[in-house]
Structures are given as C-alpha cells and as structure tokens.
C-alpha cells in the first residue's frame, strides 16, 4: 500500500464550479500536508501547507486535513481555466525531509 | 533568483549510453533532492542531500545511478548504463528548513529523458 493514496482521474469541470480534491494516507506520523501544483511541462510548486489537523485557507483554494481519517483535501472556489493542472498531495513527517507524494490527479476546468 | 535550474531539459539516448542530468539549486538553499516522475509511479524520491552530504539513497533504483554533490551549488545525477525503463522526468528540488519545521521544496523545471 502506498503511503499516500490520489486518484489519478482525470476530473473535467465546468468554470466556476467548486472543485474537490482529496487524498488519502496510512502513515500516523506524518505532521505536515502539503498540495502541489504541477503544470503541464513543467516542475510542481507549492500551493499551500498546513500542520497537523484543520483548515487553512488562501484565496480561492482551502486545504482540509482530518487526522482522525487520515483524509487530506483541497478545494477550489470560482475555479478557473487557468486552475488547470495536475494536483499533487503530499505528506511530510515531523523533523523529515523525505516529502511523500500522491500519484497527483489531472484537473481540467472548461470554459 | 532563477530558482532551481536544470539540464538538460530533454534528452534522448539509446539504451547503455551513459546520461548526465545537472542542477543548479537555489542559493542558500542547504537540501537538495532528486526526484523522478513517471505516469506509472508518480514522483518518487531517489536520493537527498544536506549540505552537500547524501543523506538517504534508499530511493536509488539500482547501482546503475549515482548521483553527486560537489558544493553547494551544483548536482548531478548518473545514468551508466542506461535503459528504457530509465525513461522519465528527473526533478531536481531545493529547500530550506522554515522556521516551523517544515521542509518546502522548490523544484526545477525537470529534465525529461527518454531511453531507446
């Protein structure tokens, strides 16, 4: 079993749905959860972390960790073409380097 | 800064040839990471460093890589004998530890390699 679960999709939405990602891990110990964003061609960059359990937001995107399920989301308000892209979840234990990656899922929003 | 720069960005070899892939991490950034995307396994890591130091190579695939770190502002990863299932995107990342305690990493652009 891998250590931190994605469907790969692809998921296709209309602009300006709300989008659901999520992401499931088996490891207790990871503390941080991070989601990537990955461009076509192109490396992952950060889009937003948090700590242990709760939500943070920034903008239109909020990220969602649920210890207790083991359950990491993030959702996009307003989503727009330009949110195309593959998403990445990751998890990260406490004082580690070693950042585990979901497979990513493939996110498209029409026009 | 020009964040984590990488070469080549597209290389095509045939199968035994020996492949170079290089990074330039960002300055001051005292981790540096090799990681490699395929569609099958998504991105795995191969090898860490800290200050220049490999730290965990247990993602290293086989003795067929290798991967180096002579100061601080330079990495290679080595392919010697190459094979097709070597084909992939090889990312190169950097980071530096925050203050929480979290590890955010800053990747390259990747080099994408394909192995005939």
């Known amino acids: 079993q891998k250590e931190v679960e994605q469907d790969p999709g692809p998921l296709s939405v209309p602009e300006g749905a709300i989008v659901s990602l999520n992401c499931t891990y088996s490891n207790s110990a990871f503390q941080y959860f991070m989601w990537y964003r990955q461009y076509s061609r192109k490396g992952p960059e950060l889009l937003m972390y948090?700590?242990?359990?709760g939500n943070k937001e920034d903008g239109r995107f909020t990220a969602q960790v649920d210890k207790s399920s083991k359950y990491i989301s993030l959702f996009i308000r307003d989503s727009q073409p330009s949110d195309s892209a593959t998403y990445l979840c990751?998890?990260?234990?406490?004082?580690?380097?070693?950042?585990?990656f979901g497979q990513g899922t493939r996110l498209t929003i029409n026009p | 800064d020009a964040g984590v720069i990488q070469s080549p960005r597209h290389e095509v070899t045939e199968m035994g040839q020996e492949v170079t892939l290089r990074c330039k991490p960002i300055?001051?950034?005292?981790?540096l990471f090799w990681y490699r995307q395929t569609m099958m396994r998504g991105l795995e890591l191969l090898i860490y460093?800290?200050?220049?130091?490999?730290?965990?190579d247990s993602g290293m695939p086989e003795d067929r890589f290798s991967a180096k770190m002579p100061n601080a502002s330079f990495s290679t990863l080595k392919i010697q004998p190459s094979e097709p299932r070597d084909s992939a995107v090889y990312f190169c990342a950097s980071s530096l530890r925050l203050v929480s305690g979290a590890n955010v990493l800053t990747f390259g652009a990747g080099s994408r390699l394909t192995v005939l």
């Open positions: 948090t700590y242990s359990s």
């Open positions: 300055s001051g950034h005292d981790y």
């Open positions: 460093f800290n200050n220049n130091v490999p730290i965990d």
């Open positions: 990751a998890g990260l234990k406490q004082g580690a380097q070693k950042l585990v």
